[in-house]
């Protein structure tokens, strides 16, 4: 990596990694029948991400529903994992603002399976479940105009065990199981909130394959990655979901085993479990973007020395292997705790070094603090000079970059001579090579 990347790699850090862009202003009739008019003649996942938007700003709601779904649809063999993520927010804000809870809750667990322990997804997922959760109350509260039927009342018999299938049984229901699993994930893969129901039908199926104790190891595996996601959001069937994926798991040692049992112990707040798995799943696939990118997710809520390191280190491998991945990574570090860390540590230099030059043992002990959080840079062993620092600042990527976490403080930073050469001090003492992610 040259000094300049080196230079942009470190700011990214610094500063959260990208700004967004502002929202789109409030539409007229015009402007959606402009853009309708260019849809009947050639549709574009621009222009149909657009009129959605529109209609959403204006609070047609239904309509906004329409056009994201048409373009999912008709887009869906092109659509990167970014943009049926952002598409699907949105659909989730859409529902949800049309007061259809339970639509908007089953889009948001499709966010929630797509980024595990994303903070802000689950405080939207959490958000529509209060407000299913209110809908039911209030249908639960209204007096019934009929009598009540006693069979409503009436204890529920005693679960009984059933018996032992033979072989013949469990194998049917292992292909039924296993056709209604494939089914739900192709469902999923379209954004369709009707893979809950195709992972039910698969579960049934395979606990009847798995009394039978058929292909014990990939029968586990499905059913488990089955509960895994219908429900995201249930600890009860995450536990069962973990029981029998690590029995999977002690019966072969696959990397789609692993790697769905660590999304099951990031739901239970199992966080060391989680990262372990992680890494022994890229240990048997070292080139699987999706697995880097959600380990990167992990080590993000981590604590631990070198788990911010470890957050940009994984962030890196993804985007090398799916460049798409670079997009998804910098919305998530907006609200990072790992670029939280490091803004804080630049503020603390900026003001350190307000009224006095900072020594050289300070600009060694903030290097090393800063070389700690993000580990080796990669990169000649030259510094970081005033010439290319004020290169990156002046570029366009430079100026997109200063609306990031605490943004006037760093800027101010940037922007002061006497601070920059500050932070030039500490940039120059940050030199080693790529970390590897594991």
Known sequence: MDMTRQAAALLLVMLSILGSAGPIQATDADRIQEIQRRIEQQPTVRDLYKLGALFFFDHRYA?????????????KGTLTSTSKFKVVKAMTLAYEGAGDCDKAYGFAKWLMRQQPGDDKIQRLAD?????????AGDSASKPTTGPVSLSRTRAS?????????????????FREGEMAYQQGRVLVDQCSTDSDEAFSRAIGALEVAKRGEYDLARTLYLLGSARLNRDPDK???LTRARDDLEKSLALDNDERTLFDLAQVYGFLGEKEKEVDHYE????????????HFKAALAYDKMDTPGAA???????????AEKPEYKKRFQEVLKNSRVAQRIADEVIAIVRRSEDDQLSDKEIEDAAQRLQNLIGPTGGDKGGLSKERLNRLISSQEGRKLLDGVKSDKVKSALQDPKKREQ??????KIKGSSPSPR
């Open 235 to 237: 600890p009860d069937e």
């Open 127 to 135: 958000r529509i479940r209060r407000k299913c959760s209110n809908s």
């Open 280 to 291: 022994r799943a890229l240990a048997l696939n070292p080139k699987w973007a999706e697995c």
């Open 157 to 173: 018999p005693s679960p009984t065990v059933a018996p032992r299938p033979d072989l013949a049984v469990a194998k049917a229901k």
């Open 63 to 75: 309509d906004a529903v329409v056009s994201w779904k048409r373009l999912l649809k008709e887009f």
């Open 423 to 428: 932070m030039e001090r500490v940039y120059e």
């Open 309 to 319: 390191a470890k957050t940009f280190a994984h962030a890196k491998a993804a985007i």
